[in-house]
């Protein structure tokens, strides 16, 4: 399951967050967004995890949990709504 981590203060590195959400379950991937050209955080990113219930039970056990003086924010990811470009 992909879940959305939201509301992420700029010093949170990959490691930290692995590290938070490895009593859940394994952890497939883990990226924080970065802008292209600073490569400074943009504050939130996305946890890929196996299995259903310990997807649940990470959003469950880490919406809201302080990180870098910051509540985060983690629910499942929604697929992103295509809008249309324009010329």
């Known amino acids: 399951m992909n879940i959305y ?6 010093q949170v590195s990959e490691a930290e967050l692995l590290e938070l959400f490895k009593p859940f379950g ?5 990226e924080i967004k970065r802008d292209l050209f600073t490569g400074t955080s943009k504050g939130f990113g996305f946890v890929e995890m196996p299995g259903k219930a310990h997807s649940l039970a990470a959003i469950a ?5 302080d990180l870098g003086g910051q509540p985060l924010r983690v629910n499942e ?5 295509s809008s249309p470009r324009r010329r």
């Not at 394994?26 to 883990?30: A, F, I, R, T």
């Not at 990811?77 to 709504?81: L, M, N, V």
């Open 5 to 10: 981590v939201g509301n992420l203060a700029p």
């Open 26 to 30: 394994q952890v497939e991937s883990l």
């Open 61 to 65: 056990g880490l919406n809201g949990k």
């Open 77 to 81: 990811s929604r697929p992103r709504a």
